[in-house]
């Protein structure tokens, strides 16, 4: 059970993280590079802390994790068959598309990733997106998908893909004509999901 003095606690700690990635979303780009190299970033980990108190800061008293977690399958039930139907519309468009569209380079690739990932769960916050997609992939544990997309335009060249889990995680994201950041092991990841993303 969750009582109404922690649950006060635990939204100044929800506050608190929030106002963290704000403050990540608007480093300039030379510091926000400096950090992901240096792994100092921890967007990905201060992002399931959020979500983390955000789930039980929805706890009544009569509650209980179980029952959350019973209705978080559930709702993980309906986004997995409404992906299936996504994936078989998007799969109709593809075969309509003109033969230099399908194409297999480095942008097309990062945007069917992003596309399936903004059809997923998604945390919005004032100044940024981010959709999650959960599934198993190989040794990693919690394995997750996240897409961060800032809502400022100008802001889009911070928008990136990140693959992996609290411990160990890799990232890309657009950079003028390239696709920049822990390339080979983001790719290597695509490729082997590529039925996941409708690649091929």
């Known amino acids: 059970m969750i009582s ?10 929800e506050e608190s993280l929030r106002k963290y990635l704000k403050a990540a979303s608007l ?38 994790i179980e029952e959350t977690i019973d209705k978080n399958e559930k709702q993980e039930a309906e986004t997995e068959q409404t992906i299936n139907k996504d994936n078989e519309n998007q799969e109709i468009k593809n075969q309509e598309m003109e033969p230099g569209e399908k194409e297999n380079s480095p942008f097309y690739i990062f945007d069917k990733v992003v596309g399936f990932m903004k059809r997923q769960k998604c945390d919005e916050l004032q100044w940024v997106r981010t ?15 996240k897409y961060f997309e800032h809502k400022d335009p100008i802001q889009s060249g911070k928008n990136y893909l990140m693959f992996g889990n609290t411990r160990k995680h890799f990232s890309i994201r657009k950079s003028g004509d390239d696709i920049v950041g822990d390339t ?17």
């Open 4 to 13: 109404v003095k922690d649950k006060e606690l635990l939204k100044v700690m």
């Open 27 to 64: 480093i300039s780009q030379e510091a926000f590079d400096l950090l992901s190299e240096r792994k100092g970033l921890l967007w990905m980990e201060i992002s399931s802390q959020v979500e983390i108190l955000e789930e039980l800061g929805k706890l009544d008293a009569y509650d209980t």
């Open 131 to 145: 959709y999650s997609y959960k599934c198993n992939y190989q040794d990693f544990d919690d394995f997750q998908i």
């Open 184 to 200: 080979a092991e983001c790719f290597e990841i695509i490729w082997n999901l590529s039925e996941l993303f409708n690649i091929h």
